[in-house]
């Protein structure tokens, strides 16, 4: 009986123990034009800190641009990242209401698994609209070098 007890005792402990989350290899956020002034621009960030940014109309800066992210903004980065309970994000949100900008996310883990999320009018949960909140702060917080073509 003791054996038993211990037994289940050690099993809810170990279910309680989560799995090391799956590690992002790189985030590409789309912004897409709404009708009106809404930025489009296309931002993807690797691992390392190292980022690109193509800001093509309703930016400060327009054309294609690259950087490495500031510790202290991609460490708050990879903290929003892993706040959210990737398996239950939808992939697809929509709000009912019309000329609203789209915004596409899409994570490559390193396991090779991809999760992409497509967002018409910020309708997503919160855990993920802080993510969009500082990605649209870092393309003006960052020192973005313009990419010579």
Not at 45 to 74: C, F, M, P, R, W
Not at 98 to 125: E, H, M
Not at 126 to 142: C, H, P, W
Request: proline residues 4%; contains cysteine.
């Amino acid at each position: 009986m003791k054996f038993t007890f211990c037994f289940f005792i050690t099993l809810i402990l170990l279910s309680a123990c989560s799995p090391d989350k799956d590690p992002i290899d790189t985030i590409t956020f789309e912004a897409d034009a709404c009708f009106g002034t809404c930025p489009i621009f296309t931002m993807t960030i690797y691992e390392n800190g190292k980022a690109e940014y193509d800001a093509e109309k309703y930016n400060t800066l327009n054309g294609v641009y690259h950087t490495v992210i500031k510790n202290q903004s991609l460490d708050s980065l990879h903290q929003l990242i892993n706040n959210v309970n990737w398996p239950s994000i939808q992939d697809n949100y929509t709000s009912d209401w019309s000329d609203q900008p789209t915004y596409t996310t899409t994570l490559q883990f390193k396991s090779g698994r991809i999760k992409t999320i497509v967002d018409y009018g910020n309708s997503a949960p919160g855990t993920v609209l802080n993510i969009y909140t500082l990605l649209f702060s870092l393309r003006n917080s960052q020192a973005w070098s313009q990419n010579v073509r």
